[in-house]
């Protein structure tokens, strides 16, 4: 199996808020793990990587899609430790297999991760995107 000794999974129903401590990094105000698992469950199409001995997810990837033509990646992200593994590029392959009929899947990402995309055969586009960062940890209200 790719990504070393996880099990990838495309669904979330054994997950628990407990088993996504970690992430977000470099965040000013993170979601919470229960937040966390709330975009999990709202996504079009998920893939956790999940350390067997635990339980604990290692890594995610998320998609919204509007199920004809579109797509776009969101989230993706791997605890650190878990890094250099090759679990993140098998996230989005594995995402990329659940869209494979999809026109177009996008991703807007910072200029130093974009070689990370090219390398799973996405190619660099422009966009624009608006941020509102007093919603950034994704609390109701």
């Known amino acids: 199996m790719s990504g070393g000794s996880v099990e990838y999974r495309g669904e979330v129903d054994a997950i628990r808020p407990e088993h996504l401590e970690g992430f977000f990094e470099g965040w000013p105000d993170p979601p919470s793990p229960a937040t966390h698992l709330r975009i999990l469950r709202g996504s079009s199409h998920v893939v956790v990587a999940v350390d067997p001995a635990t339980g604990r997810v290692v890594g995610f990837v998320t998609a919204l899609s509007d199920g004809v033509l579109a797509a776009y990646l969101p989230l993706l992200e791997v605890l650190p ?3 250099g593994r090759g679990i993140g ?3 989005v ?3 990329l297999h ?3 009929d999809h026109y177009m899947v996008d991703v807007v990402c910072d200029p130093d991760v ?5 390398r799973l ?3 660099s586009a422009s966009g624009a995107s608006l941020r509102r960062f007093d919603r950034q940890s994704g ?3």
């Open 89 to 91: 590029s098998e996230l």
């Open 81 to 83: 430790e878990h890094r």
């Open 139 to 141: 609390r109701e209200g």
């Open 114 to 118: 974009v070689p990370f995309y090219r």
């Open 98 to 100: 659940a869209l494979h």
């Open 121 to 123: 055969g996405l190619r």
């Open 93 to 95: 392959r594995r995402v």
